[in-house]
């Protein structure tokens, strides 16, 4: 690749930072009402922490990458070693909490299922020990530029993005499952209201884009070999964050209020507007 290639690479990598940057504080400001009625009021469980976690530490993650990827600056090796695993342990952290979302909804949906718990819990054990070692194996391989953007990977790599896939996937199908055999009529499927429904609805659209997201992200890095690898990494970061606060607050407002039955996807063109 010439050097202006990937002068354009690295501008690319640079722009897509900065969009997910906008896009999560965007996201932040639009449903700031929402969450400070839905989460910051509720009691101080797990799941308020949880929101905070999915909502505001992805924000502060993709705001640092951006901040140390400052053009012009020559990284040691040992320094972008530990640049390269900051990034990935905060990624894994974030698709971690996630799937402990997911987990949490897949066994309130299946009457609290222990033995599914167990199951679900020894794979997702299996999988983060997993992400871990595949870490600590190829981190050391990565080629970077001089300013520590990735531009290739070991291919043991792409099972770091396949493993939190096929955990999700399983997840999915639970959800499909028990919603199919929660609807009992024609009628069942139009009550926007219920619980089920919203369950499925959010798990749907949620797996949907943190699936391309993550899918992205492997090709990315299995097939370029410039900057351009890395370019969906701050994207998959965004999406997570969205799609993990946006599940916790439809779930919270259903709970509280079961007459709206709206969701981020339902509402109304005037309503989304009112709100900005």
Same mark, same amino acid.
Request: aromatic letters at 14%.
């Given at each position: 690749?010439?050097?202006?290639?990937?002068?354009?690479?690295?501008?690319?990598?640079?722009?897509?930072?900065?969009?997910?940057?906008?896009?999560?504080?965007?996201?932040? !400001? @639009?449903? /700031?009402?929402?969450?400070?009625?839905?989460?910051?009021?509720?009691?101080?469980?797990?799941?308020?922490?949880?929101?905070?976690?999915?909502?505001? #530490?992805?924000?502060?993650?993709?705001?640092?990458?951006?901040?140390?990827?400052?053009?012009?600056?020559?990284?040691?090796?040992?320094?972008?070693?530990?640049? *390269?695993?900051?990034?990935?342990?905060?990624? *894994?952290?974030?698709?971690?909490?996630?799937?402990?979302?997911?987990?949490?909804? #897949?066994?309130?949906?299946?009457? *609290?299922?222990?033995?599914?718990?167990?199951? /679900?819990?020894?794979?997702?054990?299996?999988?983060?020990?997993?992400?871990?070692?595949?870490?600590? #194996?190829?981190?050391?391989?990565?080629?970077?530029?001089?300013?520590?953007?990735?531009?290739?990977?070991?291919?043991?790599?792409?099972?770091?993005?396949? @493993?939190?896939?096929?955990?999700?996937?399983?997840? +999915?199908? @639970?959800?499909?499952?028990?919603?199919?055999?929660?609807?009992?009529?024609?009628?069942?499927?139009?009550?926007?209201?219920?619980?089920? +429904?919203? /369950?499925?609805?959010?798990?749907?659209?949620?797996?949907?884009?943190?699936?391309?997201?993550? !899918?992205?992200?492997?090709?990315?890095?299995?097939?370029?070999?410039?900057?351009?690898?890395?370019?969906?990494?701050?994207?998959?970061?965004?999406? !997570?964050?969205?799609?993990?606060?946006?599940?916790?607050?439809?779930?919270?407002?259903?709970?509280?209020?079961?007459?709206?039955?709206?969701?981020?996807?339902?509402?109304?063109?005037?309503? #989304?507007?009112? *709100?900005?």
């Amino acid at each position: 690749m010439t050097a202006g290639g990937k002068v354009q690479a690295s501008q690319a990598h640079a722009h897509a930072g900065v969009a997910s940057i906008a896009f999560v504080l965007y996201d932040i !400001l @639009l449903n /700031l009402g929402d969450e400070i009625e839905l989460i910051w009021t509720a009691p101080n469980r797990w799941v308020k922490w949880l929101y905070m976690g999915v909502r505001y #530490v992805p924000f502060v993650v993709l705001c640092s990458l951006f901040m140390v990827a400052t053009p012009g600056i020559a990284w040691t090796p040992k320094g972008c070693i530990i640049m *390269q695993v900051y990034e990935n342990v905060a990624i *894994q952290s974030l698709t971690l909490s996630i799937e402990l979302i997911l987990l949490s909804r #897949v066994y309130a949906m299946c009457s *609290q299922n222990r033995i599914l718990l167990v199951f /679900l819990s020894a794979f997702l054990v299996a999988e983060v020990g997993s992400m871990v070692a595949i870490l600590s #194996v190829t981190i050391p391989e990565f080629q970077t530029t001089n300013g520590c953007a990735v531009t290739s990977t070991p291919r043991l790599f792409s099972f770091y993005w396949i @493993l939190p896939l096929a955990f999700e996937t399983i997840l +999915f199908v @639970l959800t499909l499952y028990k919603f199919a055999t929660s609807v009992t009529g024609p009628s069942a499927l139009g009550r926007k209201n219920s619980i089920i +429904f919203v /369950l499925m609805r959010d798990g749907t659209w949620a797996y949907g884009i943190i699936f391309a997201a993550m !899918l992205i992200n492997a090709v990315f890095y299995a097939v370029e070999t410039t900057p351009l690898a890395g370019v969906g990494f701050p994207w998959e970061i965004a999406t !997570l964050s969205f799609a993990g606060s946006h599940i916790l607050l439809n779930t919270r407002r259903i709970a509280w209020y079961p007459e709206r039955g709206t969701s981020f996807w339902a509402r109304s063109s005037v309503e #989304v507007c009112s *709100q900005v």
